[in-house]
C-alpha cells in the first residue's frame, strides 16, 4: 500500500482541516473538512502549491519562508510545531488558522500532513481581553485613588505599587493584614472589623479611615471595595480604591463650623432669619422666626411658611420669587412686603429681602434672607397720613371760619372795642379746642373737654356752681368737636351778653345723653337770667348755630327764646 493510501483513513476521519504535501509544498491530497473550510473542491487543488492557493499575497513571501524551513526538517509526527497563520478563502474572505506539520512514511521520499484548525473564536477571545485589559489599565489611570487588589479570602497578597508608595511599606509589610499597620491606631480595629463582614456577605465595602503617608503625614481616606467573580459566581479577588479625602473633610469641617456660627448669629437675631435649598423650600428657620408665628423652626421647613402669608400677598410674593429665580445670568436678589400671620392668631406687615448664596465655583446653593415686623411703621405712615389729610382739611375749614368770623363780627354800626373783643373770644374759642385735639393727636377729643373748655372763661370763680356740665363719658371726632367748640362758645357768650350769666342769680346747664351707637344730644337750657325776647335780626352767632355747624355736627341744632331763658339742643355725631 502506498504511504497516501495509509493516509486515506486519517483524512476521512480527521475533525479538522488536513492537507497532504510532497516536500516541495504541493498538495497531494486533503479532506472533506478542508474542502468545507476553505471554499475549494479536493479536485481543484491537487498539485497547487499550498502558499499559492491558501497565504494571502502579502504574507506568501514570508509564509514560503517558513514553510521550506520547516519542509527541510522533515520532524515526525510527535514533534510537530504549530504556527499562527492567515489564510485566504476560495471566497476571497480571511480567517486565521493554526498550522501543524508533521512528516509520514519513507525518510527518503516523506509526504507531509498539515494539520490546519479554523481559530477564529480564539483570535476574538484574545482581542476582547486585550481590550478588556486595556481599559482596565485605563480605569486604574483614570482613577484619582491608590488601587489596590485581595485576593478571595480579603488578605492582601503580592505586589501593590500603589499602596507601597502611599504608605512606604515594604513588600512584606503589607502582605495579609500587614497593611492594617499604617493605618491609624484608632482606625485599624474598626476598619478590620467592617473589612471582615463585607468580605463574609460579599461586598460591597466602604469605609473611611486615616492612613499614615511615607512621608508620616496622616491623611483621611474614604474605601470602597468590590469583588471580582468567576463565571460561576464566586470571588476571584477584591479590588479597592483609597481616595484621599483629606482636603474635602477640612472643607466641610471648616462649613459645619461657619454653618455653626451662621446659626448661633441668626438664632440671636431679633428677626426672622431663613436659608432655602436650590429649590426653594426652606432648610433653616432662627428662633425667632418660630416665636413670631409661634410655630418650631423644624416646621417652618420646606414649603409650609407659604401658609402663613395672607391669601391676597402670596400672588405677589410668588411673582417676586420666581421673577428673581430665574432672572437672566442666574438668580438674583429680591424683597417683598406681606402680611404673616402672626402666634397671636393677628396678621402683621413684615418686610423681608433674600439675597443668592453663590459658592466658590460660581454655582447656586439658594437664598439666604430676614425679615422685619413692620406692622408699627405702617401703621404711623398710615396715621401721618390720616394726620396730613387731616391737618390740610382743618386748617381750611378753620380759615374759612375765621374769614366767616371776622366778617360777620366786623360790622361798622358797632363800636371798635365790643368787636375785637368778641372777634377774639370767638378765636380764643377756635384755639381752646384746638389745643384739646393737639393732646389727643387729632384722632377726636372727649365731649366734655370740649364743653368745659369753652365754657371756661365763663365760670365766675366766685360762684362756679352757676354752670353745671354733666353727661356720659363720650367721645367725638376733630371736625365735631371744632364746631361743638364754637357752638358752645356761641352759646355762652349770648348768655354773658344777654341770658342767664348776665344777671346775678342766673344758671346755665349743659347736658348730653347718648341717643345711638354713633349720635348723641346736647341740651343747653339757661334759667334766673333777664326775660327773654327773641331777637330781631339773625345775627352771625345764630346763622352759625343754626346752619354752619349743622353738617359737622350730625344735624340741624334746634334755638329757643323762651321766656324764663334760653334754650338750645344741639345733634352730636360721635367717633
Known sequence: MSSLAALRPILNTAIDPVIVMDAKGAILDWNARAEAAFGWPRDEVLGRGLIDLLAPLRHQAHYRQLLTKRLALAEPPAARQGSQLMAVRKNGSEIPIEVSLAAFGDPDAPLFLGFIRDI????????????????????????????????????????????????????????????????????????????????????????????????????DFAIRAVAALEADGSIREWIGVHTDITERKRAEERLREGEARFRAMADSAPAPVWMTSVEGGITFANEAFGEYTGVAPADLLGDAWIGLIHPDDIPGVGARRAAARTAEGGPTAYGFEARFLGGDGNYRWMVANARPQIDAQGQFQGYIGMAMDMTETKTAQARQRLLINELNHRVKNTLASVQSIVRQTLRPEEAVEAVRERLIGRLLAMSAVHDVLTRESWEGAALDDIVRQGLAPFVDDQDPDRVAVSGPALRVGASTALSLALAVHELATNAAKYGALSAAGGRVDVAWEQTAEDRAVLRWTERGGPPVRPPERRGFGTRLLERGLAGDLGGRPELTFAADGARAVLPVRLG
Open 120 to 219: 477564529t473564536d480564539r483570535v476574538e477571545v484574545h482581542e476582547r481581553l486585550a481590550a478588556s485589559e486595556a481599559r482596565f489599565r485605563a480605569a486604574i489611570g483614570a482613577v484619582d485613588g491608590i488601587l489596590w487588589t485581595n485576593d478571595a479570602s480579603g488578605r492582601m497578597v503580592g505586589d501593590q505599587p500603589g499602596w507601597a508608595s502611599l504608605t512606604g511599606q515594604a513588600h512584606d509589610d503589607y502582605q495579609g493584614f500587614g497593611w492594617a499597620d499604617a493605618v491609624h491606631p484608632d482606625d485599624a480595629e474598626p476598619t478590620i472589623r467592617a473589612w471582615n463582614e463585607a468580605v463574609a456577605r460579599g461586598g460591597p465595602f466602604t469605609f473611611e479611615h486615616r492612613v499614615r503617608r511615607h512621608d508620616g503625614v496622616w491623611r
